[in-house]
């Protein structure tokens, strides 16, 4: 179900002002229902009490620090818009000030306000001065991510302390955040007791529902919702990103200038391929890849994975080049697609073992935010690996030939492209001589 959608099951309202609060997607969510909106011809101002991604690394228009008046004028030129002040931490924006706010909350159809923060966990509970709501909203969507569920506390709940807290209170015992696991009736514990209950005391006016993000990953997400919603004195919704990403990893090169395998060559005691891929796999484990395939032409490599149970394909035709691995990691990763799901294809490769598992995360967590078809993580504004495509952009994939990657589609298409900016050049670097 989408957002608006759920918007529509909590009831209408004259002039909505909706916070989304929680953890587990609520930029998203926001994003998601502003498009909607907009293209239904509704000026909507998307904003914050607290912080939230800079608009810029959103890849969305925006206007920060800006006068009521621009403010007002760039909503009506692009129909949505996230709004804001400078914040202190990089990347992020915070609040806008009370008089703009007073000014440019008149010019809006439809206000979506981000007013929680969760430090990217997929579950929250709140501490004493938070959700930061504003007095005009009308609709209050808790957010939380179905990845949590069948995790430890202490791996996927922030705000730690107030969580330990209530479930010590409902389970008369204290309780070991290091073994506790996250099930419906834990969540719906947290949630009512942390959320649902004090909201509806201080805002009894405003709607208030329950938003089960990423359900797409659950089995039977409709039994999970059921569970949750017997803990629960609001309503349970789920919400699925519909959208998949595959993990390729090419692993099949020669090494020509390396002098040797380079692939299998040790770098702190364990082969270089499998740095980075263990960390992929970590990421694919916790549901955020929906496959990962990786194409060699190596038996030791191949063999190692079998016995990993990690999905791999043998490239006997590696020798026409990288465009060889590409499109037979494409189709063999194709085959896994949900008619459902927008598709998407990310394309790492092997020689890069210092690129870090949280870096892959956080890109693959703003570029499902931008609306962009390709994104490249990228230092410098040089774009690097790895690479991700939308599905549209598969059947000129599959028609590049020699030793190409996915680079010449890239240059095709700059105007989708979102780069992924890191700060640290050595995690891009790729190793094709030994030092």
Known sequence: MRIKQIVEKMGEADSPVLSFVGAGGKTSGMLELARDLAAQGKKVLVTTTTHMEHPLNLNQPGCVDASAEEIAEQLEKNGFLIAGS??????????????VWEQVKKKADVILVEADGAKR???????????????????????AGAGALGRTLKESCFRLQEAERILADAEKQGVDVDRTEITEETMGILIEQGYVMPLKSRY??????????QADILSAPEERAAALQKQILAPVFLHGWKKAIHGIYLAAGFSRRFGGNKLLEKLDGKPMYLHLLEGLNEIKENHKLQSLTVVTQYEEILNYLHRQRIAAVKNNNSALGISSSLKLGLQTAMIQKNQETEQYYL??????????????????????????????????????NPVIFHERYVPELLRIEGDKGGKSVVNQHLE????????????????????
């Open 347 to 384: 394309f790492c490769v092997a020689d890069q073992p210092f690129l870090k598992k949280h870096t892959v995360e956080e890109f693959l967590s703003v570029f499902l935010k931008t609306g962009k078809g390709i994104g490249c993580i990228s230092h410098d504004g040089k774009a690097g």
């Open 416 to 435: 989708d492209v979102f780069l992924f900016e890191i700060p640290d050049a050595m995690e891009l670097k790729d190793i094709d001589r030994k030092s």
């Open 204 to 213: 009894p006016a405003a709607k208030i529902a329950v938003v089960m993000n």
């Open 121 to 143: 966990f997929p579950l929250k509970v709140p501490g004493k001065q938070e959700p930061v709501i504003p007095k005009e909203c009308t609709h209050i969507l808790i957010f």
């Open 86 to 99: 400078r914040a202190e931490q990089p990347g992020k924006i915070k609040g806008l000030s009370v008089p």
